[in-house]
Structure formats: structure tokens, C-alpha cells
């Protein structure tokens, strides 16, 4: 074990010279589109389900069991079916995070007060304009917990898998650091990671603080 | 509870059948039947070196569990009882549940070596927090009129603890064990999916060398199973729990 001091001189070393920046940059490139696609999926899932009661009480059961199932376990799974590249990657990290939009879709629409959409009835509102006027600011907090849990659930999904197997990226690096005994390399991407992740979720954890702040004074 | 039960079955019949579909869309090599691999995992069963890997990982997930149990319990309750070291700890323990956690397997395999301590140690850090969170939450949210009525019925501390705390605390409590164990099991399996040579993890992981897909599908299916079963009578408990109060 190094010590932390000499950990962040390395890793302004490492970042200095520029030799993980590929990995890193692919990391948060697959983040990224598996943070879009399970905001995106989650909420028209979401959406769609909160409208659809009778095969949302269907599928209930599934979404209770759902973060008990070890998802890592479909990996292998999913490297023999697509290859070892990015896919099995992102659907790792997909997968992870889209439930937990899809339920905190469902939970900001079950919250909108009735009265709230007895209001939009009086005034004649259109089904549209209900749903941007009154139903989307009203489930934003809410919603937003969910691209919070999403962001963090999809760092896990995608540097976990590149951490057990894979060609390239921050997970990768350190498991390679680890095999060579780099230590020098390893302690410091470690430290690059999980500094990095805290603050992303530290920042989203204060901005949400915020919106149910709001919230609660009017 | 029949609606419910109904709901389950069709549920199941609906993956299955999607299942199949994905078996007969991508061709009969690909992606094995649901059939096939319910059979494989019988012959799994059936077969002698099998076993060995199975009572790994079992013992190694038991083990993690019952340190991330008592561990998480005690920091749990403990936290929730000071508050002040509640509120210091609180952030800190939100954090490290949010962090990819399996960036920390190579400091515990440095610490651990490869093998069987390693992997246990892995499945409880994952555990541990879940549990001390929920523990923390359940003891400082009590309603303080009960620790008043303990007093004004003179009860000792062994007769409030029994008789009024723990009741008023294990269904959050057991909220938390319920998620501690999914995660400890998740833990585990990575530890074994990375540097193991034995366990369910390592067959996984040996089976994509092997291009074995019914081995594969065949061991994803019965960790699927167990947790999904555990979990549905943990949920049943931990309703009714919550219901009581």
C-alpha cells in the first residue's frame, strides 16, 4: 500500500502524461450512453406502465426482485452472445440503472396530488398539456432520484464489467495494474474512480436535496 | 393474494415464452432453449465436480453474510443511538454505497491473497452498508413517546430493548437485511467471477473460454432462481412486518 500522498502525485503523473486518457474517455463514453438510453427507456417505460395499471401490477413483481438478481451473472452470458467490446458492456451498465428509472418514473406519477389533475379537468386541459403543465413538474423531483440512482448504477454496471473482463477501459486498467503488481499505476486509478464517482453522485445527491427543498416551501 | 399469484404465473409464462422466442429468433446454437437449460442444470446437479464449486461459493457467501450482518447490525445500531455520530456517518455510508465498490477487490486480494478470505470479505463490504444504513435509520427514527412509555411503565433496559425497541425497529431492520443480502451475494459472485480458481463465478468466467453456452445459461439460471426465491419470502416477511406496526 502506498501512501495517499504519493497516490495523487501519481496520478497527476499519470493524467500528465496522458497514457489513460483513451481509457478513461472510453469508460465515460459507455457511461454515458448507458446513463442516456436507461433515462430515456426508463421513463417512456415508465410512463407508459404508470398508464397501463393492469400490466404494471403484472410486471410489480419482477421489479421487486429485480435488484436481487446478480445481474453481473448475465455477463458471461452476454460476451458470448455480442463479443468482448463495448455492447456487453453498456448492456451491463443499461441494465442496471434502467429499472431504477423506471421506478422512480412510477413513484413521481403515483405522487401527483388528485386534486392537482382535477384542476387540469376543469379547466378543460388536453391530455398533453396536462402532462407538461401539471404532471411533469410535479414528478420532477421525483424522476430526478431516479437519474441520480441511474448515474450511480451505471459507473457500477460499466466499470464493474470492465473490471472482470474486457479489452480496455478504467475497470480494465486496474485489473491489469493489479495482475502486473503495478501498484503505482493501480492505487492511483483506484483512487481516480472512486474520487471521481463520489463527487458526480455528491453533486447530484445536494442538486435533488434542493428540488425537494423547493418543493416543500410552496 | 390469488390476483397476485396469477399475476406471478403469468409473469413467468411471459418470459419463458420470450426466452424460447429469443432461442428460435437467433438459432437453435446461440442461445440455448429454456427446456435444455432447466435440463442442463439437472445434469449439473447430477455431476460430482459440480459440487465442490456450488459448496464454495455457498460457504464463502455464508460466511460474508453473516459478517456483513453482525457488522452492519452493530454500526447500525450504534450510529443510530448517537446521533451526532449518526449525522458524521450518514454521508460517508450514502457514498460508499453509490461507489463501484469492485475497484476496491484488488486492495482486499492484496490484503486477503487469492482465495476464499478474499471473496468473503468482498461479499460483506457489500452487504455491510445496506444493513448499517437501514439498522441506523430504523433506531433514530423511533418515536420518542415509546422510550417514554417504557419509563413510565419503569421497564429496565433489557425489558425496553426487548420489549419495545427491537419490535418498533426490526421491520426497517429487516428491510435493510433483505438488501443486504442481494448485495452480499452480488459481492461474492464478483469475487469469484475475478482471480478465483473455484466456485459458481469461476465456472461462469471458465465457460466463455469453453464457448459453453448451456453451462452458462444453466449456472444464470439457478443464481437467478435462488435469489429471486430468497428474496420473494424475504419481501413476504418484510411486508407483513410492515403491515404489523
Known amino acids: ?218 | 393474494m390469488v390476483t397476485r399469484g396469477r399475476d406471478i404465473a403469468v409473469l413467468i409464462v411471459v418470459i419463458l415464452l420470450f426466452w424460447q422466442g429469443l432461442h428460435q429468433f437467433t438459432g437453435t446454437g446461440l442461445l440455448t432453449a429454456p427446456l435444455d437449460t432447466f435440463a442442463r442444470v439437472l445434469r449439473l446437479l447430477g455431476t460430482p465436480s459440480f459440487w465442490p464449486h456450488l459448496n464454495e461459493s455457498a460457504s464463502a457467501f455464508l460466511r460474508a453474510l453473516a459478517i456483513a450482518v453482525g457488522v452492519g447490525l452493530t454500526v447500525g445500531i450504534v450510529l443510530g443511538a448517537h446521533r451526532l455520530s449518526g449525522e458524521v456517518a450518514e454521508p460517508i455510508l450514502v457514498a460508499l454505497y453509490s461507489i463501484p465498490k469492485v475497484t476496491l477487490y484488488p486492495v482486499v486480494l492484496l490484503f486477503f491473497g487469492i482465495g476464499m478470505p478474499a471473496k468473503v470479505a468482498f461479499g460483506a463490504i457489500h452487504g455491510v452498508v445496506p444493513i448499517s444504513i437501514f439498522a441506523m435509520n430504523a433506531v433514530r427514527n423511533l418515536n420518542p413517546i415509546y422510550l417514554k412509555t417504557a419509563q413510565v411503565l419503569k421497564l429496565g433496559p433489557w425489558a425496553t430493548a426487548r420489549k419495545i425497541l427491537l419490535p418498533a425497529a426490526l421491520p426497517e431492520i429487516f428491510t435493510g437485511l433483505r438488501v443486504g443480502f442481494s448485495l452480499t451475494l452480488v459481492g461474492t459472485l464478483i469475487g469469484e467471477m475475478f482471480g478465483s480458481q473455484r466456485g459458481l463465478g469461476h465456472l461462469l468466467m471458465a465457460a466463455i473460454g469453453l464457448y459453453r453456452m448451456d453451462t452458462i445459461m444453466a449456472i444464470t439460471l439457478l443464481l437467478v432462481l435462488f435469489a429471486s426465491a430468497i428474496n420473494s419470502i424475504l419481501l413476504v416477511v418484510d411486508h407483513r412486518l410492515h403491515r404489523r406496526v
Not at chain 1, 436481487?68 to 448492456?91: E, K, R, W
Not at chain 1, 477501459?169 to 483506484?190: H, T, W
Not at chain 1, 458526480?200 to 416543500?216: A, G, P, T
Request: hydrophobic letters at 55%.
Open chain 1, 1 to 218: 500500500m502506498i501512501p495517499p500522498s504519493e497516490m495523487v502525485t501519481a496520478l497527476a503523473g499519470i493524467l500528465a502524461s496522458g497514457r489513460m486518457s483513451a481509457a478513461i474517455l472510453r469508460t465515460l463514453r459507455i457511461v454515458g450512453i448507458a446513463l442516456v438510453a436507461s433515462i430515456i427507456v426508463g421513463f417512456v417505460l415508465g410512463a407508459l406502465l404508470h398508464a397501463l395499471p393492469r400490466i404494471r401490477r403484472t410486471v410489480d413483481p419482477l421489479f421487486a426482485t429485480y435488484y436481487a438478481i446478480p445481474i453481473y451473472a448475465f455477463y458471461p452470458l452476454f460476451i458470448v452472445l455480442f463479443g468482448l467490446g463495448d455492447v456487453p458492456i453498456l448492456i451491463i451498465g443499461f441494465l442496471l440503472a434502467v429499472v431504477a428509472m423506471i421506478i422512480s418514473t412510477l413513484n413521481g406519477f403515483d405522487r401527483i396530488p388528485p386534486v392537482l389533475l382535477k384542476t387540469a379537468r376543469m379547466y378543460r386541459m388536453r391530455r398533453v398539456r396536462t402532462a407538461l403543465r401539471i404532471m411533469m413538474p410535479c414528478a420532477a423531483p421525483y424522476i430526478f432520484t431516479g437519474v441520480k440512482l441511474a448515474v450511480a448504477y451505471s459507473f457500477i454496471g460499466v466499470i464493474g464489467a470492465e473490471f472482470i473482463m474486457s479489452g480496455s477501459g478504467m475497470g480494465y486498467e486496474i485489473a491489469f495494474a493489479y495482475s502486473n503488481f503495478d501498484n503505482q499505476i493501480m492505487y492511483p486509478l483506484i483512487m481516480l474512480v472512486l474520487v471521481l464517482v463520489t463527487i458526480i453522485n455528491m453533486v447530484l445527491h445536494s442538486w435533488e436535496k434542493i428540488l425537494f427543498e423547493r418543493r416543500r416551501r410552496r
